[in-house]
Each structure stands twice: as C-alpha cells, then as structure tokens.
C-alpha cells in the first residue's frame, strides 16, 4: 500500500531544488531559447572582470556557490564552465541556453562578488579618472594597467577572436575602454538595488 504524499515533504523538496535568493531577482519573460544573447555575453565578461581584479577569483566564486546555497543550480565547476560558455563570443560555445535560473545565480554571485570588491573597484576607477584627466597612458598606472592587460589576455585566450564583435577591440586603447567599462558595471552592482538593475539592464530592449 502507498503511503499518502506528504504535501510538507514536498514543498521542502522543491524549496532545495530551487534556491531561495534566486526570488530577490524579478522573472522575466524569458524566450524558449532561454537568455538572450547580449544578456550572455555580458554575463560572462562580468565574471572575466572579477577574474582580472583578483587572483583565485574562480575558487572563491565556488565557495561563494555553496555560500549561497546555489549548488541545485551550480553544483560543480564544470556546471560553472558549461553556463559561462553559452557566451557565443567564447572559444567553444556551448550550443546550449543559459536559463533563467542559470542566469539569475550567475548574477547574484557578480553581485555578491563585486560588494566584496567594492574598495578596489572603486580606487581602479578613480585612478584612471585622475590619469585620464592628465593625460597620463594607463600604462604608467601599476594598478590599473595591471588590470587591463589581464582582462585582454583572459578576452584573448578564451574567445574566439574571428568573432566579428571582437575584431573591434583589436588595438589597445578600445580592449582598455572594454575592461574599464565592464569595472563601472560591476561598480553598479554595488549600489543599492544594483543587483536587481544590473539584472533588469541585461535584458533592456530583447523582450518583447
């Protein structure tokens, strides 16, 4: 005989399944193929920004999964990896959609990881305002350029550079505008409901 489902067991079962926090972002209409493309690729450099402002930032993004408790939705690094590669400027795309869920943990963990990066973002960016204003090269900025450079290598080595968008930033001064502009997103971030904009940003003008 079949015991009686047990409607208590049930709702903490999908309460595990799907996490909590993933309710402090709004749902969207979201299109059968899942996160639009823009919405992909911003993601994506917004993670390479973390990677370029701090060593080890990966592992501390897996740390921050379980800290979170996002792991039904991120439950290992290859997880992590196959989300990140449905950017279609990446070396191997995956030919899969990022999902609303999928995106929604993304984003909470850029958010949560620039909060922690708040000090250093915000110095990066005073600093090359105070350069740019004495027309000092980035390159004389330690910090800064330090910055830059690691974010063009990351762009380079794990994006397909054939890619069309990409061929735009093939000199120094728009690839140092690309890292510098992902820096002021993630500085958005930072702010109040700036977890909740940077989300809503990311689909402006792709639904319907």
């Known amino acids: 005989m079949k015991s009686p489902v047990n409607i208590a067991e049930l709702e903490t079962t999908q309460a595990v399944a799907t996490p909590i926090i993933l309710d402090s972002l709004p749902n969207l209409p979201m299109p059968e193929t899942g996160c639009p493309r823009r919405a992909r690729i911003d993601i994506d450099l917004m993670l390479l920004a973390i990677e370029a402002l701090q060593v080890g930032a990966s592992e501390q993004v897996l740390r921050l999964v379980q800290e979170l408790e996002l792991q039904p939705i991120i439950p290992d690094r290859v997880a992590l990896w196959r989300m990140r590669n449905t950017n279609p400027l990446r070396l191997y795309p995956q030919r899969r959609p990022l999902t609303l869920e999928e995106a929604k943990a993304l ?6 990881m620039a909060r922690k990066l ?78 909740q904009r940077f989300w809503v940003s990311l689909f402006d003008g792709e639904l319907q």
């Open 107 to 112: 984003v909470i963990i850029i958010a949560n």
């Open 118 to 195: 708040t000090v250093p973002i915000r110095k990066l960016l005073l600093d090359y305002q105070v350069w740019h204003q004495r027309q000092l090269p980035i390159e004389t900025h330690v910090q800064v350029s330090s910055y830059v450079e690691r974010f063009g290598i990351y762009l380079y080595t794990r994006m397909n550079p054939r890619r069309i968008v990409l061929l735009g930033y093939d000199d120094d001064d728009k690839l140092n505008e690309l890292a510098l502009e992902t820096l002021s997103k993630l500085l958005f971030c930072t702010g109040t409901a700036g977890m």
